[in-house]
């Protein structure tokens, strides 16, 4: 079965390509597809904006579609940045913008500082809505280590690790990470229910 994932993020698409890959469903993404449409995130969870994803996409193609909304909570600053996480510092911020207001919001504060990366993954084909989550939870550190990732990944070190997961290997990344948790399980649920 093909499925098109609402995102034009393309770390994002590896991601869940990588876990949809040796399963009955085919991900798309809209890159895949020759579309760079924006969907307006208005919802105020992560489960409303990934809905609002997935039906966009389904309504424009009438096709079944996946998306997710995620972002990273932080204990301290009251669970922000949150749902506004990839605009956090700013419309058209870059994710060096939003790691810099973090660790300067964080600073007169004290350590550690317990956070987490929050994932929901929803299915919709018109009239089934499937829906998972996943976590990944750490602590923020003040200088950004590590190349690879994006987003929040260069200041975020998850519990049991002493990397942070711009450090990590691809693969290490997409097996511990929230979004892979989230994948992971969404992806079990339309096994059983669609092969």
């Given at each position: 079965?093909?499925?098109?994932?609402?995102?034009?993020?393309?770390?994002?698409?590896?991601?869940?390509?990588?876990?949809?890959?040796?399963?009955?469903?085919?991900?798309?993404?809209?890159?895949?597809?020759?579309?760079?449409?924006?969907?307006?995130?208005?919802?105020?969870?992560?489960?409303?904006?990934?809905?609002?994803?997935?039906?966009?996409?389904?309504?424009?193609?009438?096709?079944?579609?996946?998306?997710?909304?995620?972002?990273?909570?932080?204990?301290?600053?009251?669970?922000?940045?949150?749902?506004?996480?990839?605009?956090?510092?700013?419309?058209n911020c870059t994710y060096e913008d939003n790691n810099?207001?973090?660790?300067?919001?964080?600073?007169?504060?004290?350590?550690?500082?317990?956070?987490?990366?929050?994932?929901?993954a929803i299915y919709y084909n018109g009239k089934d809505?499937?829906?998972?989550?996943?976590?990944?939870?750490?602590?923020?550190?003040?200088?950004?280590?590590?190349?690879?990732?994006?987003?929040?990944?260069?200041?975020?070190?998850?519990?049991?690790?002493?990397?942070?997961?711009?450090?990590?290997?691809?693969?290490?990344?997409?097996?511990?990470?929230?979004?892979?948790?989230?994948?992971?399980?969404?992806?079990?649920?339309?096994?059983?229910?669609?092969?």
């Amino acid at each position: 079965m093909k499925i098109i994932f609402a995102s034009q993020n393309q770390g994002k698409v590896k991601e869940v390509k990588a876990i949809f890959n040796n399963s009955p469903f085919e991900i798309f993404s809209l890159y895949d597809l020759g579309n760079n449409m924006d969907v307006e995130e208005t919802g105020s969870t992560f489960r409303e904006n990934a809905l609002i994803k997935a039906k966009t996409v389904y309504d424009h193609y009438k096709h079944p579609a996946i998306a997710d909304d995620s972002g990273l909570m932080i204990e301290q600053l009251d669970g922000r940045p949150g749902v506004i996480s990839a605009r956090y510092a700013g419309e058209n911020c870059t994710y060096e913008d939003n790691n810099l207001k973090v660790i300067k919001e964080l600073s007169e504060l004290a350590e550690p500082h317990r956070a987490k990366f929050v994932s929901t993954a929803i299915y919709y084909n018109g009239k089934d809505i499937i829906e998972s989550v996943g976590e990944l939870r750490g602590v923020i550190i003040k200088v950004q280590r590590g190349t690879a990732g994006f987003g929040y990944d260069p200041i975020f070190i998850p519990d049991g690790y002493d990397q942070t997961i711009s450090e990590m290997e691809f693969e290490l990344k997409n097996k511990i990470s929230h979004r892979a948790k989230s994948f992971e399980k969404l992806k079990e649920l339309l096994v059983k229910k669609y092969s």
